[in-house]
């Protein structure tokens, strides 16, 4: 199956700071889907790209899918402490749509 | 509007005993999936179920581990005398079953294996 590896596993930043969190596949993805998940909660799910070089955004998260659809990327302005938590990305598979999770990035906010 | 409903939130278990877990999907929702999570790591695939049907389960462990979504009632994973490394949460995630359908997920059951 898909394997998708993602960096950095950890990241401690001021509050107010920037945080991107980037997702790597060795093979092209049909789409990524990007999920949070808070300490000791559930992963909740944040946004889905399908398509080739698509941008989203939601308030101050801009999530990126790469040209060559095998990478993408989750970038938050401006850090606050609700922000905490570990960000996933995913890959569904064709077909019977179980997600392929990476390894997750957990972000710490330094108030 | 209840989202995915699993229970218990906490389960306690000594080796060698049994370990039920179980999932009621959203309404309206009759494709349901299990992940493990071990400490410290990323969500991992175990099976995924519609009504009375393992569809994948290529996830499981080949022993000890079972799962079922009968007609009625909630889905159920089942783990036969645990194990210390068998101590995880456990996430069921529902979905409508469309292509690249949001899998919504609820709020685990977190098992220790003393």
């Known amino acids: 199956g898909q394997q998708v590896m993602q960096i950095p596993q950890y990241q401690h930043v001021q509050e107010g700071e920037d945080f991107t969190t980037y997702c790597n596949s060795s093979?092209?993805?049909?789409?990524i889907q990007w999920y949070k998940q808070r300490p000791g909660g559930h992963p909740v799910f944040l946004i889905q790209?399908?398509?080739?070089?698509e941008v989203k955004k939601q308030k101050r998260l801009t999530f990126q899918f790469g040209e060559a659809k095998k990478n993408s990327s989750l970038h938050i302005t401006a850090t606050q402490t609700t922000d905490v938590g570990t960000y996933f990305c995913?890959?569904?598979?064709?077909?019977?749509?179980?997600?392929?999770f990476g390894t997750g990035t957990r972000l710490t906010i330094i108030p | 509007n209840a989202g995915v409903m699993q229970n218990p939130r906490h389960l306690v278990r000594r080796r060698g005993q049994e370990a039920r877990l179980r999932c009621s999907p959203m309404?309206?929702?009759?494709?349901v999936y299990w992940y493990r999570q071990l400490p410290e790591e990323g969500l991992k695939f175990m099976v995924y179920?519609?009504?009375?049907?393992?569809?994948?389960e290529s996830g499981m462990p080949k022993e000890r581990f079972s799962a079922e979504f009968p007609k009625e009632g909630p889905s159920i994973l089942r783990i036969q005398q645990v194990v210390r490394g068998d101590s995880a949460a456990y996430f069921c995630?529902?979905?409508?079953?469309?292509?690249?359908?949001?899998?919504?997920f609820g709020a685990g059951t977190r098992l220790s294996v003393l």
């Open positions: 179920l519609q009504k009375e049907n393992i569809i994948d």
């Open positions: 995630a529902s979905s409508r079953g469309q292509r690249m359908n949001i899998q919504y």
């Open positions: 995913a890959h569904a598979d064709f077909g019977n749509e179980k997600l392929t």
């Open positions: 790209l399908v398509k080739s070089g």
């Open positions: 309404k309206g929702h009759s494709h």
């Open positions: 093979t092209t993805l049909s789409n």
